[in-house]
């Protein structure tokens, strides 16, 4: 399967860009898979998004919580290559395998200048100019 993968490069905290996108997701009634390699990067994020807004909850977990059922959850932030709750879309901050990319039918990448990753090509690049996203 030829997944679409979206690159977005962000310049303020990644957690203000992923939120948004996150909402959306669950008004869809999809699941979302968020991986990252970097165990401080998810605790952070974990922090981000229990405090993202005040009228708006993004109900997620991470891999690191006990007693859920994976499954079930329809956002889940990892640093293991696999789809533990069957999310539909892939978000992800480090570079993930090749094949575990072609599990997803969209797959979305945040990141800064300084973590651009060369080995996977987007499908869709954008970047945020007066607080719009513009495909480039």
């Known amino acids: ?5 979206n690159f977005y490069e962000v310049e303020d905290q990644i957690v203000k860009s992923i939120a948004p ?8 009634k999809k699941k979302v ?3 990252s390699a970097n165990k401080n990067e998810i605790e952070e994020i974990d922090k981000s998004l229990w405090s993202y ?13 006990k007693n859920f059922d994976l499954a079930r959850q329809p956002i889940l932030l990892t640093d293991q290559e696999h789809n533990s709750n069957d999310a539909d879309y892939l978000v992800f901050l480090s570079e993930p395998s090749k094949k575990f990319l072609e599990n997803f039918n969209r797959s979305f990448y945040f990141f800064s200048k300084k973590n651009l990753i060369n080995e996977i090509i987007p499908t869709n690049f954008y970047k945020k100019e007066n607080g719009k996203w513009i495909k480039k």
């Open 21 to 28: 996108l996150l909402l959306k997701i669950l008004d869809e």
């Open 1 to 5: 399967m030829k997944s679409e993968i």
């Open 53 to 65: 807004g005040k009228n708006k909850f993004i109900p997620h977990i991470t891999i690191f919580d």
């Open 33 to 35: 898979l968020i991986f």
